[in-house]
């Protein structure tokens, strides 16, 4: 299967891309957590991204496209399928998705669009917190770890700061629309409620993928 996850900052991509991943069994392609390696990592990619990312504004086109184009013609996902989490985020990306995918022989099947209220995005981001070692994603007071959990051990990401957040809520609600239009002319769009608690939004998501299977 050949999937797209679409949604605002904090509409919840991340957290239903891990149940997806895991129930489906396909690869998890997330733009934001591979520049995010590449920054822990200070490679030169990794710190040309921390320039945009900690202003909250979009990594250039050229270097966006070129490591999906990559990662897309790595081995696994011939084997398994993928689900690309936060890329296309404007329309040159879109063609040049279509473009990548032409080239491999691959068709999408479907896009997951999570709708959200964009007033609720900000109390999600600042309350997330990533787990050091497995970086599972949870929030404070949505989706909190198991029992007495130790703050230490889990970060905030840079750029939920309130300020960041408005400005990438700014960014992705201009880019978004045309890149929606262009696969709802394709048929390929399924919308799902996403102000819904985490578990029924991902049995409305699963319905959706049983459908598109
Ligand atoms: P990226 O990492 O993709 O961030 P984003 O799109 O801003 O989305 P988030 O990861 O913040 O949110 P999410 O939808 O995954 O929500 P989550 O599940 O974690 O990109 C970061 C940056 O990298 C960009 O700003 C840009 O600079 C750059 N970048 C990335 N891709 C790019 C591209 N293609 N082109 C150019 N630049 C690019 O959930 C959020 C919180 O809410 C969590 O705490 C979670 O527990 C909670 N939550 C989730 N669902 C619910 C629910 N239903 N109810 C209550 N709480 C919930
Ligand atoms: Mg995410």
């Known amino acids: 299967m050949h999937l797209l996850i679409m949604g605002l900052p904090g509409a919840g991509k991340g957290t239903q891309a891990a149940k997806i991943v895991e129930t489906y069994g396909i690869s998890h392609i997330s733009t934001g957590d591979m520049f995010r390696a590449a920054m822990k990592n200070e490679t030169e990619m990794g710190k040309l991204a921390k320039s945009y990312i900690d202003k909250g504004e979009l990594v250039p086109d050229e270097v966006t496209n070129g490591i999906v184009k990559e990662r897309l013609a790595e081995p696994d996902i011939k084997e398994k399928g993928f689900l690309l989490d936060g890329y296309p985020r404007t329309i040159d990306q879109a063609y040049a998705l ?3 995918l032409s080239e491999l ?3 999408l099947d479907g896009v997951i669009n999570i709708d959200v209220d964009p007033e609720s995005l900000v109390e999600r981001l ?4 990533i787990h050091k070692e497995t970086g599972e994603t949870f929030h404070k007071v949505f989706n909190p770890p198991a029992g007495d959990y130790n ?3 889990y970060y905030q990401r840079e750029d939920d700061k309130p ?3 408005k400005r990438r809520l700014d960014v992705n609600i201009s880019q978004g629309q045309p890149i ?3 696969y709802r002319g394709q048929d390929l769009v399924t919308d799902i409620e996403g102000n819904q608690e985490i578990d029924q939004v991902f049995k409305d998501v699963k319905e959706a993928i049983d459908r598109i299977k």
């Open 98 to 100: 279509d473009q990548t």
């Open 105 to 107: 022989g691959l068709q």
């Open 126 to 129: 600042s309350g997330r917190i």
């Open 151 to 153: 703050e230490d051990d």
């Open 163 to 165: 300020e960041t957040v």
């Open 180 to 182: 929606l239009e262009h």
